[in-house]
């Protein structure tokens, strides 16, 4: 009679699968964490709409003129 | 263990989603027409926000800091402004909120902006610190 051998070829067999499933349930609860760097930048686009401001990066600033040569 | 390498790809799998899926989406009609709304006030706020009488508190709005900075004939209507003004916050940041679909954000979404409104204030402006008191920038 075999004695009781503990199955781990079973275990190896579930842990990719159980890994897997873990992945799954992070790739859905990461959605749960406020996105706080997306937030900062999405409030600072709205203040500046709001308040009229010009934006620090990517602003139409306004072009600075070419100095004149010609003096009189 | 078996399949080593693919335990490790799916757990960079998961790290990855987690800066991928970091956003905050605020392109709604009604974040739109709010924005609207606070850009043609802002107009009529800005002398106040410039004279010290009103003044961003450090919990994401705006407050009559000093009424005697305001003109007498002038002070109901920076009443009004102020209280419009923070109507239009609240549902700011409640439309945000709503447009994730996470109407547990509208909190962090409010301190989010009320320390964005003061980091972005001008110079001269007054703002609340965290104790409360009124600080100029």
Known sequence: MKPAQPHFGALRCVLPLAAAMLATAGCVTINIYFPAAAAEKAADKIIDEVWQDQSRDGAKAAPTPTPAPAKK | ?137
Do not use: C
């Open chain 2, 1 to 137: 263990m078996r399949y080593p390498k693919l335990i490790a790809l799916m757990l960079l799998l998961v790290a990855a989603s987690a800066f991928a899926q970091a956003n905050l989406e605020v392109n709604t009609p009604a974040v739109a027409a709010i924005k609207a709304s606070m850009q043609a006030r802002h107009a009529q706020l800005t002398a106040s926000y410039d004279s010290g009488a009103v003044g961003l508190t450090r919990d994401g709005n705006v407050a009559v800091r000093d009424p005697a900075l305001v003109p007498l004939p002038q002070r109901g209507q920076v009443t009004t402004l102020v209280a419009q003004e923070n109507a239009d916050r609240a549902s700011l940041y409640k439309e945000i909120a709503k447009a994730n679909n996470k109407p547990e954000w509208e909190g962090d979404i409010r301190n989010t902006f009320a320390q964005r409104w003061i980091e972005k204030a001008h110079p001269g402006w007054y703002y609340q610190s965290a104790s409360g008191t009124w600080t100029r920038k």
